[in-house]
Protein backbone atom coordinates (compact mmCIF):
# COMPACT_ATOMS: atom_id res chain seq x y z
CA UNK A 1 0.00 0.00 0.00
CA UNK A 2 1.29 3.73 -1.00
CA UNK A 3 0.28 6.54 0.97
CA UNK A 4 1.27 10.01 0.55
CA UNK A 5 1.24 13.19 3.34
CA UNK A 6 0.97 16.64 2.08
CA UNK A 7 1.55 19.45 4.22
CA UNK A 8 2.71 23.21 4.15
CA UNK A 9 -0.89 25.07 2.83
CA UNK A 10 -2.56 27.89 4.38
CA UNK A 11 -3.47 31.41 4.67
CA UNK A 12 -1.38 34.00 3.01
CA UNK A 13 -1.64 37.30 1.65
CA UNK A 14 -1.58 38.39 -2.35
CA UNK A 15 2.21 38.34 -3.32
CA UNK A 16 3.24 35.80 -0.85
CA UNK A 17 5.10 32.44 -0.76
CA UNK A 18 4.28 29.03 0.54
CA UNK A 19 5.47 25.53 0.17
CA UNK A 20 3.87 22.40 -0.39
CA UNK A 21 5.63 19.35 0.69
CA UNK A 22 4.68 15.81 -0.19
CA UNK A 23 5.88 12.33 1.04
CA UNK A 24 5.32 8.83 -0.18
CA UNK A 25 5.70 6.15 1.93
CA UNK A 26 4.63 2.33 1.64
CA UNK A 27 5.69 -0.32 -0.66
CA UNK A 28 6.45 1.98 -3.61
CA UNK A 29 9.67 0.17 -6.05
CA UNK A 30 10.07 3.32 -8.44
CA UNK A 31 8.14 6.76 -8.84
CA UNK A 32 8.03 7.82 -12.24
CA UNK A 33 6.38 11.45 -12.10
CA UNK A 34 5.44 12.77 -9.02
CA UNK A 35 3.12 16.46 -9.57
CA UNK A 36 1.10 18.89 -7.90
CA UNK A 37 -2.86 19.60 -8.79
CA UNK A 38 -5.24 22.11 -7.64
CA UNK A 39 -9.32 22.30 -7.35
CA UNK A 40 -10.60 25.42 -6.82
CA UNK A 41 -14.60 25.49 -5.57
CA UNK A 42 -16.63 24.79 -8.75
CA UNK A 43 -13.76 24.34 -11.16
CA UNK A 44 -12.12 20.91 -12.04
CA UNK A 45 -9.51 19.67 -10.76
CA UNK A 46 -6.43 20.98 -12.88
CA UNK A 47 -2.37 20.22 -13.63
CA UNK A 48 0.24 22.91 -11.66
CA UNK A 49 3.28 21.56 -12.08
CA UNK A 50 4.45 18.18 -12.78
CA UNK A 51 8.13 16.24 -12.44
CA UNK A 52 9.06 13.47 -14.57
CA UNK A 53 11.71 11.15 -13.86
CA UNK A 54 14.80 11.86 -15.88
CA UNK A 55 14.52 15.62 -15.26
CA UNK A 56 11.36 17.44 -17.12
CA UNK A 57 9.31 19.48 -15.30
CA UNK A 58 5.60 20.98 -17.04
CA UNK A 59 4.09 23.88 -15.77
CA UNK A 60 0.49 25.54 -15.73
CA UNK A 61 0.96 28.71 -17.89
CA UNK A 62 -0.29 30.63 -15.37
CA UNK A 63 2.35 29.94 -12.70
CA UNK A 64 5.12 29.48 -14.74
CA UNK A 65 7.93 31.80 -13.63
CA UNK A 66 6.22 31.89 -9.85
CA UNK A 67 6.10 27.95 -8.67
CA UNK A 68 9.33 25.36 -8.84
CA UNK A 69 8.51 21.78 -8.24
CA UNK A 70 11.22 19.56 -7.05
CA UNK A 71 11.66 16.30 -5.85
CA UNK A 72 14.29 13.97 -4.10
CA UNK A 73 14.16 10.59 -5.39
CA UNK A 74 15.97 9.18 -2.90
CA UNK A 75 13.24 10.53 0.24
CA UNK A 76 10.51 10.04 -2.25
CA UNK A 77 9.43 14.04 -2.03
CA UNK A 78 8.40 16.19 -4.01
CA UNK A 79 8.16 19.99 -3.18
CA UNK A 80 6.28 23.00 -4.67
CA UNK A 81 7.29 26.39 -3.84
CA UNK A 82 4.83 29.05 -4.53
CA UNK A 83 5.81 32.88 -4.97
CA UNK A 84 4.27 35.79 -5.73
CA UNK A 85 0.94 34.38 -4.81
CA UNK A 86 -1.90 35.49 -5.96
CA UNK A 87 -5.99 35.04 -5.54
CA UNK A 88 -6.53 33.07 -8.12
CA UNK A 89 -4.47 30.42 -6.65
CA UNK A 90 -6.79 29.84 -4.26
CA UNK A 91 -7.58 25.90 -3.91
CA UNK A 92 -7.27 22.63 -2.72
CA UNK A 93 -3.78 21.65 -4.17
CA UNK A 94 -2.98 17.53 -4.30
CA UNK A 95 -0.12 15.38 -4.29
CA UNK A 96 0.40 12.22 -7.18
CA UNK A 97 2.57 10.04 -7.31
CA UNK A 98 2.76 7.33 -10.39
CA UNK A 99 5.00 4.57 -10.19
CA UNK A 100 5.68 0.79 -9.40
CA UNK A 101 4.89 -0.85 -6.29
CA UNK A 102 4.61 -4.17 -4.22
CA UNK A 103 6.11 -7.51 -5.11
CA UNK A 104 5.17 -7.49 -8.78
CA UNK A 105 6.16 -3.95 -9.50
CA UNK A 106 2.34 -3.24 -10.69
CA UNK A 107 1.93 -0.13 -11.89
CA UNK A 108 -0.10 2.16 -9.91
CA UNK A 109 -1.53 6.56 -9.68
CA UNK A 110 -2.08 7.91 -5.85
CA UNK A 111 -3.39 10.99 -4.34
CA UNK A 112 -2.49 12.85 -1.39
CA UNK A 113 -5.88 14.10 1.12
CA UNK A 114 -5.41 17.64 -0.28
CA UNK A 115 -4.25 21.01 1.53
CA UNK A 116 -5.55 23.78 1.23
CA UNK A 117 -4.20 27.20 0.17
CA UNK A 118 -5.91 30.75 0.44
CA UNK A 119 -4.22 33.60 -1.48
CA UNK A 120 -6.38 36.91 0.67
CA UNK A 121 -5.69 40.19 2.16
Known amino acids: QVQLVESGGGLVQPGGSLKLSCAVS????????MGWYRQAPGKQREMVAVSMVGGNTHYLDSVKGRFTISRIDAKNTSDLQMNSLKPEDTAVYYC???????????????WGQGTQVTVSS
Open 26 to 33: GTILSIYT
Open 96 to 110: NAEGAYGDEAVLGSW
